[in-house]
């Protein structure tokens, strides 16, 4: 019986997959009496990943370890991809793995030491990006997010808060989601996965060690993914999830950002905003009118007051980490609870 699968959708790897087989060729866990199985889904790839990957296969068999190939001849996208790899699968567990990463030589011990005692939770770690300084941002974000931020800073643009590169779980959680969704290239299928098992009453772990090689390249399969639709899937969830249960709210940003929120409301939630909030001077004190185009008419007048004044709930349209620490600092001296107090939407 297989313990753990190792799960990858490819296409055209062949410039990474030797260095993704050799990290999971090192794994320690391979040493122990748990059974693992690899199983590569190759997404219509045109290069030579296909004969590349049967050497790979000839290697595994002689350490016990079975590498499963299986794919499409056309690419049918990444959530198509992993759903396919998994059908395919015997494990119990499900390691995820993009064939441009690398793992670190304890990742699946550690990750299935958790997973194993803690079955409804899907178990990420922290992650270092390669070329080095790439998205330092984003990297920060990702590795220092408290265990309570893992389910309340979910609305940021950089997607779910345990990067599915490092997503390992007990199969019951992949199941009880019911697999990715594979509507195709530009969808998020990491992000409505994200938010279905959480939705769910699922949990969320990270491994505070760094367990996985994160590769940035302009070919990534994430630069496919349509900053808009994620935006549009995250603002229909603020206002199933969030907005039902505040009777009023105050939008952080009288910019771009804030004004975009605002205008894409439900009447319903719009007629709930009774401010915008700002650090801007030139802003403070104005009234910011939202026209209708369709019915040439003013739908509401939203006064901008400064964000001293401003008192909760609040959703905050400012992305972190931009400031040098401003913004930070001025959010810190309200002394509101995240989650409760405020929800951060950038």
């Keep these: 019986m297989t313990d753990i699968s190792i799960i990858i ?5 062949v410039k990474w997959i030797n260095n993704c ?3 999971i060729a090192s794994q320690t866990i ?3 009496d748990i059974k693992l199985e690899i199983v590569v889904y190759n997404d219509g790839s045109i290069d030579d990943s296909a004969k590349l990957l049967t050497k790979w296969q000839e290697h595994f068999s002689k350490c016990g370890v079975d590498l499963i190939i299986t794919g499409s001849p056309i690419s049918k996208g990444v959530g198509a991809a992993k759903n396919g ?13 993009d064939i441009d990463d690398i793992m670190h030589q304890d990742r ?3 990750q299935w030491n958790y997973a194993n005692y803690h079955r409804n939770t899907l178990v990420g770690s922290r992650v270092c990006r390669t070329p080095i300084n790439s998205t330092p941002r984003f990297v920060r974000w990702a590795n220092s997010l408290t265990p309570a931020q893992l389910k309340l800073q979910i609305y940021m643009s950089n997607g779910p808060t345990l990067l599915m590169p490092t997503w390992f779980c007990h199969k019951s959680v992949y199941d009880r989601v019911g697999g990715f969704n594979e509507s195709g290239l530009g969808t998020p299928e990491d992000l409505i996965f994200f938010y279905n098992h959480v939705d769910l009453g699922g949990d969320l772990h990270r491994i505070d060690e760094e367990l996985v090689i994160y590769t940035y390249h302009e070919l990534s399969a994430t630069f496919s993914v349509k900053r808009e639709l994620i935006w549009q899937i995250q603002l229909e969830r603020l206002q199933i999830h969030v907005f039902p249960k505040w009777s009023n709210f105050i939008v952080w940003n009288a910019g771009k950002s804030g004004r975009k929120l605002v205008r894409a409301l439900s009447p319903e939630n719009l007629e709930k905003v009774t401010a915008f909030c700002d650090v801007d001077v030139k802003k403070i004190g104005r009234t910011i009118e939202l026209y209708c185009q369709k019915k040439r008419i003013i739908i509401k007048k939203i006064p901008v007051i400064h964000f001293r004044d401003a008192k909760p709930p609040l959703v905050i ?3 972190l ?6 913004f930070e600092s001025n959010l810190k001296s309200l002394n509101l609870k995240e989650g409760e107090d405020y929800i951060l939407f950038s």
């Design 9 to 13: 959708p490819l296409y055209n790897g």
């Design 21 to 23: 087989m050799k990290s």
């Design 30 to 32: 391979i040493s122990t």
């Design 85 to 97: 790899a998994v059908k395919k699968s015997c494990g119990s567990f499900l390691c995820f793995q």
């Design 108 to 110: 699946i011990m550690l």
């Design 317 to 319: 349209c400012v992305k």
């Design 321 to 326: 980490d931009l400031t040098k620490g401003q």
